[in-house]
């Protein structure tokens, strides 16, 4: 089945150190999303990628950077997690002719220790 | 600017109730899309549905409806004879038709919908 996928599920790492969130998706959609959701909150746009046009939210702290190397992958690089990181971080595909539907992975839940 | 309300910030019912979860936005724009996702425990969210602005017609999928009304700003949502598999957290969410910002979706707060057997 087509999907998008997120690995890990869940993923614990250290104030202050680096981590990487992997998504990848085998729709061949040219568009991915990295969206954050606190608890109990909503989902929240990050960034997208066109292609490999990067596109940055104007409210997305420096911290946060993305790479897509290739059509099925993106990457979510955290550079400096902060406690206020914590949460659960979520990719989504979709066609830009059809932007409207977006489809989300499961998640990855970001525990900041 | 465009805005999602979801009033409803937690709703308990018994199975084989029927619920409706509400949604109001603000926009704008005179071309803009609605959705609804469901967000289970497993925390993926899944698309329900998606309704453009031209087109008010309700519709119903199985248990599922959506009552889209323009004139009240509001697009709410009813599950018929609910069931344990429907306890979620339930998003609407909102989009421009047209311009730079068109693929960016506007999320309420969510409405998390327990269904006790």
């Known amino acids: 089945d087509a999907m998008v996928i997120q690995n890990p599920r869940y993923q614990v790492t250290q104030f202050g150190k680096p981590v990487t969130l992997s998504c990848s998706q085998t729709?061949?959609?040219?568009?991915m999303y990295w969206y954050q959701q606190k608890s109990s909150q909503a989902p929240k746009l990050l960034f997208h990628y066109y292609d490999k046009d990067f596109n940055n939210e104007a409210d997305t702290p420096d911290n946060f950077q993305s790479r897509r190397p290739n059509t099925s992958f993106c990457f979510l690089d955290i550079r400096s997690p902060g406690l206020g990181d914590a949460a659960m971080y979520l990719c989504a595909t979709s066609f830009w002719t059809r932007w409207e539907t977006q489809y989300f992975g499961p998640g990855t839940r970001l525990l900041v220790l | 600017a465009q805005k999602v309300t979801q009033a409803q910030t937690e709703i308990s019912v018994v199975e084989k109730e029927d619920v409706t979860l509400d949604c109001v936005y603000e926009?704008?724009?005179?071309?803009?899309?609605l959705f609804w996702y469901k967000q289970p425990p497993s925390g993926e969210l899944v698309f329900l549905i998606r309704?453009?602005?031209?087109?008010?017609q309700n519709e119903i999928s199985g248990r599922y409806s959506w009552n889209f009304q323009k004139s009240t700003s509001s697009f709410n949502f009813t599950i018929t004879a609910s069931q344990v598999v429907d306890s979620a957290v339930y998003f609407c969410?909102?989009?421009?038709?047209?311009?730079?910002?068109?693929?960016?979706?506007?999320f309420g707060s969510g409405t998390r919908l327990l269904v006790r057997p």
């Open positions: 309704r453009n602005s031209f087109d008010e």
């Open positions: 926009t704008r724009d005179t071309t803009y899309y």
């Open positions: 729709l061949n959609h040219n568009v």
């Open positions: 969410a909102l989009s421009e038709g047209r311009g730079d910002s068109s693929y960016k979706l506007i």
